[in-house]
């Protein structure tokens, strides 16, 4: 019975093997693909921090308005307050993410000066 398994188990290494070869391939593929969609992940999250402010800065005003009775100044106040806000959190955060790029090693960046710099023809 034990000569059954045999054949059973070459197939498992092959396997095996072509599942640490498709690994090893998708690991190497996941830091290009990560850069980009961080980067997509960055700016939708400033955009929504900015859309979201302005959207709480008006539902302030409206409940200002709504309790208070005070007409629709309390919704130009909310959107001029909210919208203030919603800058300076942007502006700090981008400021952020752009300190943390700018500390990042920056790969495969030509400079001209290599010997991949394009050869100019002369007449």
């Known amino acids: 019975m034990p000569k059954a398994d045999e054949p059973n188990d070459k197939a498992f290494q092959s396997l095996d093997a072509r599942l640490d070869a498709f690994e090893a391939r998708k690991a ?4 290009v693909k990560a850069a980009g969609e961080k ?9 929504a921090d900015l859309i979201g402010g ?12 709504h309790y208070a009775g005070t007409g629709p100044w309390g919704m130009v106040g909310g959107l001029l ?7 300076f959190s942007v502006v700090r955060k981008a400021t952020k993410l752009s300190a ?6 920056a790969k495969d960046v030509d400079n001209g000066d290599g010997p991949t710099a394009p050869k100019q023809k002369r007449d």
């Open 81 to 87: 307050i909210g919208t203030g806000l919603a800058i």
């Open 100 to 105: 943390q790029a700018s500390k990042a090693p």
């Open 54 to 65: 302005v959207l709480v800065g008006l539902g302030f005003g409206w409940l200002l308005d």
């Open 28 to 31: 190497a593929e996941k830091p």
């Open 39 to 47: 980067a997509s992940q960055d700016g939708y999250r400033l955009l």
